[in-house]
């Protein structure tokens, strides 16, 4: 954040004009944010890499629909827990569809928000 102030030579005239960069300030809260929600799952992600972060790090170059993340893992079937760890990334709001209207399409893919970038970011500096 700069800061300057301005000053004229007339008694009672100056005013600030505050210059922000809003990209740097989004991201910073955006890492706060994350830090405060996500605590307990950052905790246990620097602690041993689990199915959560495994399926952050698969979507993080391309959208995959739920049966290619699920061959990329070795599975043979959608598993129930991979079915839990997806809705949990999407309730985390750090992985969203591609088709948001019709989450039930057959062509529906999932997808790394910003969010979900900022949270790999975050394991990576641990």
Same mark, same amino acid.
């Given at each position: ?11 009672s ?11 740097? #300030?989004q ?9 405060? =929600? ?7 992600? &620097?602690?041993? =890499?689990?199915?959560?972060? *495994? ?10 629909? #739920? $049966?290619?993340?699920?061959? @990329?893992?070795?599975? !043979? ?10 809705? @949990?990334?999407?309730?985390?709001? &750090?992985?969203?569809w591609t088709?948001?209207? *019709?989450?039930?399409?057959? $062509?529906? !893919?999932?997808? %790394?928000?910003?969010?979900? %970038?900022?949270?790999? *970011?975050?394991? @990576?500096? @641990?």
């Amino acid at each position: 954040m700069m800061d300057y102030c301005i000053n004229f030579k007339e008694p009672s005239i100056s005013f600030r004009v505050l210059f922000i960069n809003n990209k740097f #300030r989004q991201q910073q809260e955006l890492q706060q944010e994350l830090q405060q =929600e996500l605590q307990q799952e950052l905790q246990q992600e &620097l602690q041993q =890499e689990s199915l959560y972060t *495994k399926v952050l790090w698969l979507i993080i170059d391309k959208p995959l629909s #739920r $049966k290619e993340i699920s061959t @990329k893992l070795g599975q !043979k079937a959608i598993s129930g827990q991979l079915n839990g760890v997806l809705a @949990k990334l999407l309730l985390d709001k &750090l992985i969203e569809w591609t088709i948001k209207d *019709k989450p039930t399409s057959s $062509k529906q !893919k999932h997808q %790394i928000t910003q969010k979900g %970038i900022e949270f790999i *970011k975050l394991l @990576k500096n @641990k």
